[in-house]
């Protein structure tokens, strides 16, 4: 099975920073990568579909990048409200892996 | 408006069996892919597994082969998901969730807790 790992596991930024998470699939899996944000109590929310595409609704500092086996999420100002746990998902086909998430807070 | 609405919290003995549905409403039930995913107390999401509302075919993710089944009623738009063999660490949130197609979830149901307790 394609295995999905992401670093760094939690960070701590200040507002307005640029935050950058990245994901590595263990094969390639093409463009075929799903970006969420979860908050607490509440179920994951589609940030970027197929690597790079922004989901209708999710504001511009948002930003997704990669292709075969390496991926990037880019918050380009970071907000309080931007506080959650965000995950890869490898998409398209079986098996539709997770990765363990990082945990983004404020300094 | 598209709702997937689950049943109710369970709570099982270690070896026993759990059945959660997940029934569908607000749109065409044989259109969209239908997913299993589970959260455990603290941890993240875990694919469990697809199922094709149309075709009734699904596929699992290995940690679950042999103990899993999904199905699927298509006159009651809903689908099922039994996990047998439970041990503690199956102690999770159970969702369904609609696959748009190649760009990940768009509705979730709202959960079922399954406790797995002696």
């Known amino acids: 099975d394609i295995q999905m790992t992401q670093s760094p596991s939690s960070l701590s930024a200040s507002v307005g920073d640029r935050v950058t998470i990245t994901c590595r699939a263990s094969q390639g899996i093409s463009y075929y990568l799903t970006w969420y944000q979860q908050k607490p109590g509440k179920v994951p929310k589609v940030l970027i579909y197929a690597a790079s595409n922004l989901q209708s609704g999710v504001p511009s500092r948002f930003s997704g990048s990669g292709s075969g086996t390496d991926f990037t999420l880019t918050i380009s100002s970071l907000q309080p409200e931007d506080v959650a746990t965000y995950y890869c998902?490898?998409?398209?086909?079986?098996?539709?892996?997770f990765g363990p998430g990082t945990k983004v807070d404020i300094k | 408006q598209v709702q997937l609405v689950q049943s109710g919290a369970e709570v099982k003995k270690p070896g026993a069996s759990v059945k959660v549905s997940c029934k569908a409403s607000g749109y065409t039930f044989t259109s969209f892919y239908l997913h299993w995913v589970r959260q455990a107390p603290g941890q993240g999401p875990e694919w469990m597994g697809i199922i094709s509302p149309s075709g009734g075919s699904a596929t699992y993710a290995q940690k679950f082969q042999g103990r899993v089944s999904m199905t699927r009623d298509t006159p009651t738009s809903t689908v099922y998901m039994e996990l047998s063999s439970l041990r503690s660490e199956d102690t999770a949130v159970y969702y369904c969730?609609?696959?748009?197609?190649?760009?990940?979830?768009?509705?979730w149901g709202q959960g079922t807790l399954v406790t797995v307790s002696s």
């Open positions: 998902q490898k998409d398209h086909s079986a098996p539709f892996t």
């Open positions: 969730a609609r696959d748009q197609g190649s760009s990940g979830y768009d509705y």
